[in-house]
Protein backbone atom coordinates (compact mmCIF):
# COMPACT_ATOMS: atom_id res chain seq x y z
CA UNK A 1 0.00 0.00 0.00
CA UNK A 2 3.00 2.54 1.03
CA UNK A 3 3.97 1.87 -2.95
CA UNK A 4 0.81 3.26 -4.10
CA UNK A 5 1.24 6.09 -2.17
CA UNK A 6 4.55 7.28 -2.98
CA UNK A 7 3.26 6.25 -6.43
CA UNK A 8 0.27 8.55 -6.06
CA UNK A 9 2.14 11.19 -4.48
CA UNK A 10 5.01 11.48 -7.23
CA UNK A 11 2.00 11.99 -9.53
CA UNK A 12 -0.18 14.56 -7.94
CA UNK A 13 3.33 16.42 -6.96
CA UNK A 14 3.80 16.54 -11.08
CA UNK A 15 0.54 17.26 -12.21
CA UNK A 16 0.48 20.47 -9.70
CA UNK A 17 3.91 21.98 -10.78
CA UNK A 18 4.54 22.36 -7.01
CA UNK A 19 7.85 21.32 -5.82
CA UNK A 20 9.39 20.97 -2.68
CA UNK A 21 11.72 24.06 -2.07
CA UNK A 22 15.17 23.10 -0.47
CA UNK A 23 16.14 26.07 2.00
CA UNK A 24 19.94 26.52 1.29
CA UNK A 25 20.67 27.33 -2.85
CA UNK A 26 23.62 25.56 -4.25
CA UNK A 27 25.50 26.46 -6.91
CA UNK A 28 29.34 25.24 -8.70
CA UNK A 29 31.85 25.91 -10.76
CA UNK A 30 34.87 23.73 -11.84
CA UNK A 31 36.39 23.84 -8.41
CA UNK A 32 34.16 25.82 -6.36
CA UNK A 33 30.72 25.62 -4.93
CA UNK A 34 28.71 27.56 -2.98
CA UNK A 35 25.68 27.06 -0.38
CA UNK A 36 23.39 30.16 0.52
CA UNK A 37 21.54 31.14 3.48
CA UNK A 38 19.43 33.56 3.71
CA UNK A 39 17.81 34.18 7.36
CA UNK A 40 15.04 34.02 8.20
CA UNK A 41 14.39 30.54 6.58
CA UNK A 42 15.67 31.89 3.15
CA UNK A 43 12.18 34.34 2.97
CA UNK A 44 13.69 37.98 2.46
CA UNK A 45 11.25 40.82 3.37
CA UNK A 46 11.90 44.25 1.58
CA UNK A 47 12.56 47.02 3.58
CA UNK A 48 14.20 44.31 6.62
CA UNK A 49 17.59 44.12 7.23
CA UNK A 50 18.22 40.46 6.92
CA UNK A 51 21.27 38.31 6.76
CA UNK A 52 22.89 36.08 3.75
CA UNK A 53 25.76 34.19 4.38
CA UNK A 54 27.41 31.88 1.48
CA UNK A 55 29.30 28.49 2.72
CA UNK A 56 32.36 28.55 0.07
CA UNK A 57 33.60 24.96 -0.60
CA UNK A 58 36.28 23.52 -2.55
CA UNK A 59 36.13 20.23 -4.60
CA UNK A 60 36.13 17.93 -1.99
CA UNK A 61 34.42 19.75 0.69
CA UNK A 62 37.13 22.23 1.98
CA UNK A 63 35.86 25.20 3.28
CA UNK A 64 36.90 28.50 1.56
CA UNK A 65 37.11 31.37 4.17
CA UNK A 66 36.50 35.03 3.55
CA UNK A 67 40.44 35.38 4.35
CA UNK A 68 41.53 33.62 1.35
CA UNK A 69 38.77 34.78 -1.21
CA UNK A 70 38.69 38.08 -2.39
CA UNK A 71 34.94 37.79 -2.49
CA UNK A 72 32.17 40.16 -3.71
CA UNK A 73 28.92 40.80 -3.86
CA UNK A 74 26.37 42.15 -6.25
CA UNK A 75 23.22 42.50 -6.31
CA UNK A 76 20.35 43.15 -8.76
CA UNK A 77 16.86 43.98 -9.65
CA UNK A 78 15.20 41.57 -12.06
CA UNK A 79 15.40 41.72 -14.98
CA UNK A 80 18.51 43.40 -15.59
CA UNK A 81 20.35 44.05 -18.77
CA UNK A 82 23.94 43.34 -19.16
CA UNK A 83 26.36 46.34 -18.68
CA UNK A 84 24.01 47.72 -16.66
CA UNK A 85 25.17 48.44 -12.62
CA UNK A 86 24.19 46.68 -10.09
CA UNK A 87 21.35 47.89 -7.56
CA UNK A 88 23.37 47.32 -4.66
CA UNK A 89 26.86 46.37 -3.18
CA UNK A 90 26.77 45.10 -0.21
CA UNK A 91 30.12 44.46 1.70
CA UNK A 92 31.08 41.16 2.43
CA UNK A 93 32.37 40.03 6.55
CA UNK A 94 33.36 37.01 8.31
CA UNK A 95 30.64 35.25 9.81
CA UNK A 96 30.09 31.98 11.39
CA UNK A 97 26.77 30.41 10.40
CA UNK A 98 26.00 26.98 11.43
CA UNK A 99 29.22 24.19 11.25
CA UNK A 100 31.27 27.15 8.93
CA UNK A 101 33.53 29.33 10.31
CA UNK A 102 34.58 32.26 8.95
CA UNK A 103 32.81 32.64 5.58
CA UNK A 104 31.81 35.68 3.61
CA UNK A 105 28.53 37.17 5.01
CA UNK A 106 27.07 40.34 4.56
CA UNK A 107 23.76 42.30 5.66
CA UNK A 108 21.18 43.52 3.16
CA UNK A 109 18.33 44.85 2.81
CA UNK A 110 16.33 44.13 -0.18
CA UNK A 111 14.62 47.64 -1.43
CA UNK A 112 10.71 46.38 -2.57
CA UNK A 113 9.55 42.81 -3.15
CA UNK A 114 10.15 41.04 -6.34
CA UNK A 115 13.06 38.61 -7.75
CA UNK A 116 16.61 39.31 -7.36
CA UNK A 117 19.92 37.99 -9.29
CA UNK A 118 22.47 37.73 -6.50
CA UNK A 119 26.39 37.24 -8.13
CA UNK A 120 29.34 36.10 -5.88
CA UNK A 121 32.62 36.59 -7.35
CA UNK A 122 35.60 35.47 -6.30
CA UNK A 123 39.39 35.11 -7.14
CA UNK A 124 42.04 33.38 -4.51
CA UNK A 125 43.98 35.65 -2.05
CA UNK A 126 47.61 35.16 -1.90
CA UNK A 127 48.99 31.22 -0.85
CA UNK A 128 44.71 30.20 -1.83
CA UNK A 129 44.05 27.56 -4.96
CA UNK A 130 40.98 27.45 -6.54
CA UNK A 131 39.80 28.76 -9.67
CA UNK A 132 38.37 32.33 -10.04
CA UNK A 133 34.58 31.99 -9.93
CA UNK A 134 31.48 33.66 -10.30
CA UNK A 135 27.46 32.19 -8.78
CA UNK A 136 24.13 33.95 -9.25
CA UNK A 137 21.32 33.33 -7.36
CA UNK A 138 17.67 34.28 -7.57
CA UNK A 139 16.09 34.92 -4.74
CA UNK A 140 12.55 36.38 -4.35
CA UNK A 141 11.53 38.58 -1.97
CA UNK A 142 8.23 39.00 0.12
CA UNK A 143 6.80 42.06 0.73
CA UNK A 144 7.72 43.35 4.32
CA UNK A 145 7.69 46.72 6.51
CA UNK A 146 9.49 49.54 5.21
CA UNK A 147 12.32 50.91 6.54
CA UNK A 148 14.85 53.45 6.14
CA UNK A 149 18.31 52.18 3.76
CA UNK A 150 21.39 51.45 6.54
CA UNK A 151 24.55 53.84 6.16
CA UNK A 152 26.41 50.96 4.95
CA UNK A 153 24.34 50.08 1.77
CA UNK A 154 23.89 52.20 -0.96
CA UNK A 155 20.76 52.04 -3.52
CA UNK A 156 21.35 52.84 -6.85
CA UNK A 157 18.40 53.62 -8.55
CA UNK A 158 18.85 52.18 -12.14
CA UNK A 159 15.27 51.40 -12.60
CA UNK A 160 13.82 54.47 -13.56
CA UNK A 161 13.25 54.12 -16.78
CA UNK A 162 11.42 50.70 -16.54
CA UNK A 163 7.99 50.21 -16.04
CA UNK A 164 7.00 46.93 -13.97
CA UNK A 165 4.23 44.80 -15.62
CA UNK A 166 1.92 43.07 -13.44
CA UNK A 167 2.69 39.33 -12.58
CA UNK A 168 -0.39 37.17 -13.28
CA UNK A 169 -0.22 34.22 -10.93
CA UNK A 170 -2.97 31.06 -10.71
CA UNK A 171 -6.42 31.76 -9.56
CA UNK A 172 -7.31 30.59 -6.33
CA UNK A 173 -10.20 28.72 -7.89
CA UNK A 174 -7.88 26.64 -9.92
CA UNK A 175 -5.42 25.62 -6.99
CA UNK A 176 -8.67 24.76 -5.06
CA UNK A 177 -9.93 22.71 -8.36
CA UNK A 178 -6.46 21.14 -8.29
CA UNK A 179 -6.51 20.07 -4.59
CA UNK A 180 -9.86 18.51 -4.65
CA UNK A 181 -8.96 16.60 -7.66
CA UNK A 182 -5.96 15.16 -5.94
CA UNK A 183 -7.91 14.08 -3.01
CA UNK A 184 -10.62 12.48 -5.11
CA UNK A 185 -7.72 10.69 -6.91
CA UNK A 186 -5.92 9.83 -3.44
CA UNK A 187 -9.35 8.74 -2.12
CA UNK A 188 -10.16 6.52 -5.20
CA UNK A 189 -6.45 4.55 -5.62
CA UNK A 190 -6.88 4.26 -1.01
CA UNK A 191 -10.36 2.44 -2.11
CA UNK A 192 -8.90 0.31 -5.00
CA UNK A 193 -6.15 -0.63 -2.38
CA UNK A 194 -8.51 -1.85 0.03
CA UNK A 195 -10.80 -3.92 -2.18
CA UNK A 196 -7.60 -5.54 -3.05
Given at each position: ??N ?12 S ?24 N ?13 A ?41 A ?46 G ?52
Amino acid sequence: MSNYLLLLFIFVNFLSGIHPSFAHKVKTTADVGATLHIEPNDTPRAGEATRAWFALTRKGGKVIPLAQCNCQLLIYAEPHASGEPPLLEPSLKSVSAERYKGIPGAEITFPRPGSYQLLLLGKPTAGSKFKPFQLKYRVTVAVGVAQTQPDSQVVKNVNQNITEKPEQGIPIWAIAALGFFSMGVLLFVLQRVNKD
